[in-house]
């Protein structure tokens, strides 16, 4: 099994960097409706980028409202994906001290969610839905005809086929794995391989819509809440099905509005940006004031990020965290599992 690879890419830029063409933003106000609010996705370089699809599913799902829990707007977040964070037996509080941690599903020892839960804390476990990464212990399970092309930057770490009866029953097993560890809800990641225009696979909105129907099939029964990860062309087909978005830098590429339809709805939006000089100093210390305000709806303008729960990251996505009352945080991780720098 090999070492997972150190990051050298913000997760968000998997996608970014193979678009042949650039983007172009194309965000119109649509009437709201039923509260959910529905907008057009960033176009792509398909002749039918201004529309988005609609669902397929007939009939379509209504929003769920019998989880034990599901994120409300405003929560508090940390996410660390780098190593585990470290909690003792004897801990009153987490550092920092937030409602959610968001952490991954394969490193993260069970002893550590439940220490989490008993410090009222609850848990979003991460697992990459729509790629696959040779580091991880259920890796032989794919088979070569699962396999896309690489993710750019991701030594590793290829694409699915996300209609693979295959790939399917392996992320059952995840979720399964997440019930089974105490995990609040999940964050699958990389469920927009169709906007990689090398994805090798020949990818489709409708394939990724299709395939988080299905986990999303998986994850109610289990009464574990469910978010969508970036992928904001198809948040109008989908935005039913999940209870939460987690967004990598909506202000740096001004898509903040695309993912405004979350917050109508009532469902927070958790937001990542990764400005430049994140965490340097020895101390860790905090960004400059006007930087923590360009990427702040609170203290700026933010780009349209208003009602936003906002995190700023380093890229490498470890205990280092700023929010945007400018306070600073480090969250003490487990250096011996995870992704060793």
Known sequence: MGQKPTPRRPWS????????????????????????????????????????PTSTLSPLPSPNTTLPWVPKLNDTWQIILSHPPTIGDSDKTTTPN????????????????????NLGKKVICYFSAGSYEDWRPDAGQFKPEDLGHGLDGWQGEKWLKLSSENVRKIMKDRIGMAKEKGCDGVDPDNVDGYQNADNGLSLTQEDSISYISYLSSLTVPLNLTMGLKNAGDILSAVLPLVHFSVNEECVKYSECSIFQPFIAAGKPVFHIEYPDGAGDGESGQGLKQNIVSKFCAKDGDGEGSQGFSTVLKKMELDGWVEYCDSSVETTT?????????
């Open 98 to 117: 937030v409602t959610i941690f968001d952490i991954d599903l394969f490193d993260t020892p069970t002893e550590t969610i439940q220490r989490l839960h």
């Open 13 to 52: 830029i998997r996608r970014k960097l193979l678009l042949v063409i650039p983007i172009t933003i194309v965000i119109l106000a649509l009437a709201l409706g039923l509260g959910l609010g529905l907008t057009l996705g960033r176009g792509d370089g398909n002749d039918d980028a201004d529309t988005p």
């Open 333 to 341: 991780v487990d250096d011996d599992v995870g992704n060793h720098d």
